[in-house]
């Protein structure tokens, strides 16, 4: 078992939405450990770019030397296009080890009268990309020894609901079974699926709030922790899954959420 900054030397990671927010700061964790990275990205080429020079950077400064970290565009919606990106990464790189399943995109879509076009593209990316995506990597895997590690990005609200967002519920809820039914329909191959559900995170998706002083106390008062996460804390539970230190770990969603997963309301005891 392998703890620490070397966790990642000699594997090769595809982190979609990997631009920015979790999936940057995911990609960045694994560039500390000696791990090779691509950051997948749909529409956000400037970020990207500043995203990647800066796994350069770290990459070297952690020691690891120069690393053939890339950009990988695609709209992981369009599966021609995700088979063309895994394929050109692999054809790069000579394999593939590890997939992060971050790329994910929410909307209002309230029960009693939401746009469909909405509705559909939360879904074709949340659900149908994390699948294509999935689906390319395993075959990947089944082709040589040694297997891999998908690690998907659900959310708190794969169990708890979020009226006013159905799409987004629909969708996470859809994620923690295809975690779990992919890692056991390939558990005994050497690939182990599963998903991080982050609660609420200070990144540009909730920019709602996270720059607004009276917003952020808001959702914090909603969080038995009593504060919103960092990036950097939820890549820490992602590079734990996709390590080796997870080894004997599969089909599980683990919540990194400040505890929203356990019911605030009944810290004090109203029931009984």
Not at 159 to 166: A, C, M, Q, S, W
Not at 181 to 191: C, Q
Request: a negative charge.
């Amino acid at each position: 078992m392998s703890l620490g900054r070397d966790r990642f030397t000699g594997k090769f990671a595809l982190v979609t939405g990997g631009s920015r927010g979790i999936g940057r700061a995911v990609a960045e964790q694994f560039a500390r450990e000696g791990g090779t990275v691509a950051l997948n990205h749909f529409n956000d080429q400037a970020e990207a770019d500043i995203a990647l020079a800066h796994l350069v950077r770290l990459s070297e400064s952690a020691g690891h030397g120069a690393k053939d970290h890339r950009i990988a565009p695609c709209d992981i919606a369009k599966v021609d296009e995700v088979k063309g990106m895994i394929v050109g990464l692999v054809s790069g790189w000579g394999r593939l080890d590890i997939l992060v399943n971050n790329a994910g995109i929410q909307a209002s879509t309230p029960g009693d009268g939401f746009d469909a076009s909405t509705f559909e593209r939360i879904v074709a990316v949340n659900v149908m990309g994390q699948a294509y995506c999935a689906e390319y990597a395993i075959a990947h895997f089944l082709t040589r020894p040694g297997g891999g590690s998908i690690v998907n990005t659900t959310s708190v609200h794969e169990i708890v609901p979020k009226p006013g967002f159905l799409a987004y519920s629909v969708s996470k809820g859809a994620l923690g079974n295809l975690t779990r039914t992919l890692a056991l329909e390939f558990s005994d191959r050497g690939i182990r699926v599963n998903a991080v559900g982050p609660g609420a995170v200070l990144t540009s998706m909730n920019d709602a709030w996270r720059n607004d002083s009276a917003a952020k106390k808001a959702v914090e008062s909603h969080i038995p922790m009593g504060r919103a996460a960092s990036p950097e804390e939820i890549a820490m539970v992602f590079a734990f899954l996709a390590s080796d230190d997870a080894a004997y770990v599969t089909g599980q969603t683990l919540f990194a959420c400040g505890g929203i997963t356990l019911y605030g309301d009944f810290k004090n005891n109203w029931a009984s």
